[in-house]
């Protein structure tokens, strides 16, 4: 049996917990790219699905490679408007 190499991809993920308390996880380098759970390691496992997805469809439809930019950190940054 031939054994499949896989690539390996790093991405910057958005996390955040929303009024009802449910996790968001975001990555932004992808189109679409998200998916939602209760619980941090539900999350993580989901995110794993959608982001292989999400290559995938890159890869298939759009003949792009993913972008591996460099993370360089998150502000929380308010606004009076």
Known sequence: ?????????????????????V?????????SCYTHAKT???LYKRLEEVVALCV???KKYFHE?????EFLGVQKLQFSI
């Open 23 to 31: 996790y968001i996880g975001r990555v932004p380098e992808l189109k």
């Open 65 to 69: 490679e993913p972008a591996q930019n």
């Open 56 to 58: 995938e469809v890159e």
């Open 1 to 21: 049996m031939k054994k499949i190499k896989k690539q390996l991809y790093s991405f910057p993920v958005v996390i955040e917990k929303d009024e009802n308390g």
């Open 40 to 42: 941090l390691p539900e």
